[in-house]
C-alpha cells in the first residue's frame, strides 16, 4: 500500500542573489542572507557574475528588468524574483531584506 | 566619434573627439594630427603596458589628491576591490568594476572601467559622506 505523508507543503519562493566575488556590499550581504534563510522560509540562488559567465549571461538577460530599478545599471548585489520581477539591490539594512523577500511569497 | 591624436612634436597621443588646442607635455600649439587606432596601438605599445597593484594605487592616490576624494582607509576593503579589479583585468580585458557587471556593449562598459566617474552615482552626489558605488573612492571629510 501507498503510504502516502499528506502535510501541507510549503511554499518556499525562489529568489536569486547575483553577488561579485570581490564585491565588499556582497560580502556585507552575505550574513545577512544566511539568517533569513535560516530564519524564515526562503532559498536564495546564490550565483556569482564575474568569475562564472554562465551567471553572468543569466543576469544580463534580466538586464531589461533589472537595470531601471538599479540606476540603470547591472549592480551587485542584485536581489531578484524571477516570478515576479520584482528587485532590491546594494547593501540594505537585514529588516529591508526580510520585508522584500517575504513580499515574493 | 573619438579619434586618435599624435603631437608632431613630442608624440603624445590623445584619444578624444577633438585635439588638444595645446600639448599638455611639450606646450606646442595646434600640434595635434589624426592618426588611425592601429598607428596609435603600434606608437604606445612600446610604453610600459602592464601595471602592478603598488602602481595603481600609486596612481589613484595621485588623482585623488587634487580631488574632493580620497581613496577609502578601510583597507581591507581596498585590497579586496583591488583583487577584483586585476581580476577583471585579467580575464575580461579591462580593470571592470567589481561591484557592477558588463553588459558586454563595449562602449557602455568603458563606464564601468575603474576608477569610473563616480561623482555621478546617487551614492555620491550631493552627499556628505558620499562613496563610489564600491567604496574604493569617498568623499574627504573637511
Ligand atoms: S564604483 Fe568605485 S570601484 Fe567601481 S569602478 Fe567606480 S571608482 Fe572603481
Known amino acids: 500500500m501507498l503510504v502516502r505523508a499528506f502535510h501541507k507543503e510549503e511554499k518556499v519562493s525562489k529568489l536569486i542573489m547575483f553577488h561579485a566575488r570581490e564585491c565588499p556590499h556582497c560580502r556585507a550581504m552575505m550574513p545577512h542572507v544566511d539568517r533569513l534563510e535560516k530564519e524564515e522560509k526562503v532559498k536564495f540562488e546564490r550565483l556569482e557574475v564575474w568569475h562564472d559567465e554562465k551567471n553572468a549571461d543569466l543576469m544580463r538577460s534580466y538586464r531589461p528588468v533589472i ?11 542584485t536581489f531578484f524574483c524571477p516570478e515576479t520581477s520584482d528587485v532590491l539591490c546594494g ?14 511569497g | ?13 590623445h584619444f578624444g573627439v577633438k585635439a588638444p588646442e595645446v600639448c599638455p607635455t611639450c606646450l606646442v600649439k ?11 596601438e603600434r606608437t604606445s605599445r612600446p610604453t610600459q603596458t602592464t601595471m602592478t597593484r603598488t602602481e595603481f594605487r600609486a596612481a589613484i592616490e595621485r588623482f585623488a589628491e587634487k580631488n574632493e576624494f580620497q581613496v577609502n582607509a578601510d583597507a581591507a576593503k581596498v585590497e579586496t576591490l583591488f583583487d577584483g579589479i586585476f581580476a577583471n583585468e585579467q580575464n575580461h580585458g579591462l580593470k571592470y568594476c567589481p561591484c557592477r557587471l558588463r ?3 563595449f562602449n557602455e562598459d568603458l563606464k564601468l572601467v575603474c576608477p569610473c566617474n563616480f561623482i555621478i552615482h546617487e551614492t555620491y552626489k550631493g ?14 571629510k573637511k
Open chain 2, 1 to 13: 566619434m573619438k579619434k586618435y591624436y599624435r603631437c608632431y612634436v613630442c608624440g603624445d597621443i
Open chain 1, 67 to 77: 537595470a531601471p530599478k538599479c540606476g540603470g545599471q547591472l549592480r551587485t548585489p
Open chain 2, 103 to 105: 553588459t558586454k556593449d
Open chain 2, 30 to 40: 595646434n600640434a595635434y594630427v589624426e592618426i588611425s587606432s592601429d598607428e596609435a
Open chain 1, 91 to 104: 547593501e540594505v539594512p537585514y529588516d529591508q531584506l526580510k520585508d522584500w523577500a517575504l513580499k515574493q
Open chain 2, 127 to 140: 552627499k556628505e559622506d558620499g562613496e563610489c558605488w564600491c567604496g574604493l573612492f569617498i568623499r574627504r
